[in-house]
């Protein structure tokens, strides 16, 4: 019988590794925040500041935190990973929008009837400062603010649902597919009956999540994306067809009898 290899105790640099991964990971360290300064991030996590550098010069090699400046900050996760060479060209093509939007509709609906289930107290309040955030862009009729305030609704609902996969892989696609979308959504918010629409919408959503039915919150953000497809394409059909009269016009720029 073999003997057994002593157990040996974490560092402290690994312990603390460890706690700001898990923070990370469940998205209470939010990528692009900054750290607090190294003096007072020892006393607040209670090590010393040798043991911190350890544990902060590991973070950095595993490519969690980067350096801007003389801070330290949360990196863009998963963002190198998925932002490859066929994630760049499906971004830059505008009709890749819908699959987005479609793939979107699954995963929203299915969160946000997870986020009925599970949110806590403290998910349900910042539910409710998002909606918040959303009435009072609304109420400014300041279009770029509730679209801001929009996708941050979003984010918090990924967060409520508890699903640390499904939050980490949507913030980290968001950055990437989103373009042409929010570009057509910051559209949309400048149609007055169109921002009216879309903020009830939001308060659906939010409503069924408070009011913990998740039946109800999925069909209300089933609802919302399915509209976002829509509007996106028409506006998209729209374009193109603006375009091809413009060409028609000019020729296509190719001959010297207009233009």
């Known amino acids: 019988m073999s003997e057994s290899k002593p157990i040996r105790p974490e560092r402290a640099a690994d312990v603390v590794r460890k706690h700001i991964e898990d923070l990370i990971l469940e998205g209470s360290l939010r990528p692009g925040e900054p750290l607090l300064p190294e003096r007072e991030l020892a006393a607040r996590l209670n090590v010393s500041r040798p043991t911190l550098r350890d544990a902060l010069k590991a973070l950095e090699e595993h490519g969690l935190l980067v350096k801007q400046g003389r801070s330290l900050m949360v990196a863009q996760l998963g963002a190198a990973s998925i932002a490859d ?3 760049r060209m499906l971004a830059e093509r505008s009709e890749v929008a819908d699959d987005y939007l479609e793939f979107r509709d699954v995963v929203e609906s299915s969160a946000a ?10 998910d349900i309040q910042q539910i409710r400062n998002c909606i918040a955030l959303i009435e009072t862009a609304h109420e400014a ?3 770029a603010a ?4 929009d996708a941050e609704l979003h984010i918090a609902i990924y967060e409520a649902s508890h699903n640390l996969v499904l939050l980490q892989i949507m913030r980290a696609l968001s950055g990437n597919l989103r373009i042409d979308v929010m570009h057509n959504r910051q559209r949309l918010f400048t149609i007055p009956y169109v921002r009216d629409l879309l903020r009830d919408q939001h308060l659906a959503i939010a409503r069924a999540i408070v009011e913990k039915q998740p039946d109800a919150a999925r069909a209300a953000a089933h609802e919302h ?6 509007a996106s394409r028409e506006i998209r059909e ?7 009269s413009l060409r028609r016009l000019d020729s296509g720029g190719l001959t010297t009898l207009r233009g």
């Open 113 to 122: 009837a997870m986020a009925a289930e599970r949110a806590n107290e403290l």
């Open 85 to 87: 060479p066929l994630i």
């Open 141 to 143: 009729n300041d279009p």
């Open 146 to 149: 509730e679209a801001e305030a």
């Open 225 to 230: 994306v399915n509209y976002l497809r829509r």
């Open 238 to 244: 729209a374009e193109a067809k603006l375009d091809l």
